[in-house]
């Protein structure tokens, strides 16, 4: 094939997209820190089912940059993750290299790669090698001066999907602490899943999703998954089950009180593939269950439901073995081509309308956990946006979140650093618009608390936000969550589900007791000028262990310190701590 038109490369993408989906759990446990965060392979998977959802019903004599512009735009709005956040830029770049095309040459497609890497090394401020941005940069660049005019897409694709997988095999050789741990960059591997997806489908051949997704890995190669172990799911295939509920208020035609961390945990007993998100009174719930009756019956006693799809995938899969073309999307779907899709696309109309300004200011708060929630709305948040260091936001969910607080001028804390990046593209989506949109970086809890106390709607937009980013300075942040493998790291011999304490990145020790953890990180954070200690006490730690938490920071350091310790009910992280000047 001397040219591509735009049917096959719809195909590239859908099949690229299922083959990330195949081995996304592989990729989230490509994980350096031994931390329950190995989500970018699930952050990447969300993002490239957006774009396929927002092109899957277009028809195959589609304009060539009509559809790759609408790829790009669908994986903008679905970016979760700086990895998420990536991948939207490598095919936006992708996309615009396209423009005025009526198709693709080998050495058109060599120009679209190094345009992809043009606009994602551009949207990253301080790039790092040994990332997913050093397999698209050498995969990319050994590509252009391989094509010549007479050679093949096939071939092209073949030799490109080749140099990205060693560019990944060099990547800890680029990042020593790849190298440290035993892995490959987890980005650089979902990109090389996309490439490979494309790749196959160029030779005719449509990757489908995989309903068994959550296997054993395939690969043979154990060095390049090192430590990916998955267990079998033994519950069969069942049902994909989505709905979005909004909630009533305690006692108001006998609903319940919504408590996030019972909610999540009730759905995560009873089912598997679990991801909720929380907007305000909306909550969005994806999960897959032998009884979604069940599910369903438990979420209505807080509220009603918007929406609700449940799909069979034992059907699926039956779909897929006689044949027919299927691909993911919003990380569930799997439908016949012919049908046409009951989601909502990514920007409904009504939504694209302007929105009506009601006031100067307007705070957005990311956060993970009741006690959480209810802390930043004390602080002056309109609107929190669920998700945290397991479930990043999109880029739409901020741009939804934006235009629900009908201000003029919007702060965003997103108070994670993998969760910076989709907060910081919802606002470039903003621009066009008559609201004025701009992150605080804040990259912890603590850093997002601080920021949001020198909140002063009373001020100038400028003074504001400099104010409230200067605050992020004044504090130093620190958690304790458990090890989710054995391993060493920094010099500290981790365990599995031991409990480490964590300075920032930096891990102070790995120790059974989360309260010794606990004394470790706060003997690490506080300095002879520190004037208070904040401690958020995380879901997993009982009354009496927070009791003698409270008892023993008073003890040590009460004389010299105000301590304020406060249920804060976020997952996975035992305690939260912040220490301020």
Request: charged letters at 25%.
């Amino acid at each position: 094939m001397k040219s591509l038109k735009a049917a096959i490369l719809k195909k590239m993408y859908i099949s690229g997209g299922n083959n990330l989906y195949n081995h996304y759990p592989e990729i989230d446990q490509l994980n350096v820190f031994p931390v329950p965060d190995g989500d970018t392979g699930m952050n990447m998977n969300l993002t490239v089912s957006s774009g396929i959802r927002e092109i899957q019903n277009r028809p195959d004599d589609e304009d060539l940059y009509s559809l790759a512009n609408g790829f790009s735009r669908g994986l903008l709005m679905g970016a979760r993750g700086n990895s998420g956040v990536i991948t939207s830029q490598i095919f936006k770049g992708f996309s615009v290299y396209l423009e005025g095309k009526k198709s693709l040459t080998a050495q058109d497609l060599a120009g679209a790669f190094l345009s992809a890497k043009e606009v994602a090394y551009k949207a990253v401020m301080k790039p790092v090698e040994g990332t997913i941005l050093t397999v698209i940069r050498e995969a990319s660049a050994a590509l252009a001066e391989y094509v010549r005019p007479l050679t093949s897409i096939e071939d092209a694709m073949d030799y490109f999907l080749e140099q990205a997988k060693v560019s990944l095999e060099h990547t800890p050789d680029l990042l020593p602490v790849l190298k440290e741990v035993g892995v490959v960059d987890s980005g650089g591997a979902g990109l090389v899943k996309i490439i490979e997806g494309m790749t196959s489908a160029v030779h005719g051949k449509v990757i489908d999703r995989n309903p068994d997704v959550g296997g054993i890995p395939q690969e043979n190669n154990s060095s390049l998954y090192a430590g990916a172990k998955l267990s079998e799911d033994e519950e069969g295939y069942g049902y994909c089950t989505q709905f979005i509920v909004r909630l009533g208020k305690p006692g108001v035609d006998g609903k319940k009180a919504f408590i996030e961390r019972n909610f999540v945990g009730y759905l995560s007993k009873h089912g598997k593939s679990l991801v909720t998100v929380r907007d305000d009174d909306i909550v969005k719930v994806h999960v897959h269950t032998l009884t979604p009756g069940n599910m369903l019956n438990y979420a209505q006693q807080f509220g009603e439901f918007v929406s609700i799809t449940i799909e069979n995938m034992s059907e699926e899969h039956h779909n897929i073995e006689h044949g027919l073309t299927a691909y993911d999307a919003n990380n569930s779907l799997n439908r016949d081509k012919k049908e046409p899709a009951s989601e909502p696309a990514p920007l409904p109309k009504e939504e694209e309308e302007e929105v009506g300004i009601e006031k100067d200011f307007g705070l957005i708060a990311v956060s993970s956990g009741a006690g959480l929630d209810e802390l930043f709305r004390e602080l002056g948040a309109d609107v929190i946006v669920s998700g945290g260091q397991t479930m990043n936001p999109s880029t739409e969910d901020f741009v939804k979140a934006i235009k629900s607080t009908h201000a003029k001028n919007v702060l965003i804390l997103p108070n994670n650093s993998n969760i910076v990046m989709a907060a910081s593209q919802a606002c470039e989506v903003m621009q066009e618009s008559e609201i004025n949109a701009r992150v605080v970086p804040s990259k912890t809890i603590p850093q997002g608390m601080v920021s949001a106390m020198n909140f002063n709607p009373e001020d100038t937009p400028e003074q504001v936000y400099e104010d409230m980013k200067a605050a992020l300075k004044t504090v130093r942040s620190g958690s304790v969550t458990y090890a989710i493998k054995d391993t060493d790291i920094d010099g500290v011999h981790i365990t599995k589900d031991y409990y480490m304490a964590m300075k920032d990145k930096n891990i102070v020790s790995c120790v059974k007791d989360k309260l010794v953890a606990l004394d470790d990180l706060c003997e690490s954070l506080v300095r002879e000028r520190s004037a208070m200690m904040t401690v958020l006490v995380g879901a997993d730690v009982s009354e009496e262990e927070e009791k003698e938490a409270t008892d023993r920071l008073n003890a040590k350091y009460g004389d010299n310190l105000e301590i304020l310790v406060r249920r804060g009910d976020q997952p996975v992280y035992s305690f939260l701590i912040g220490v301020e000047e």
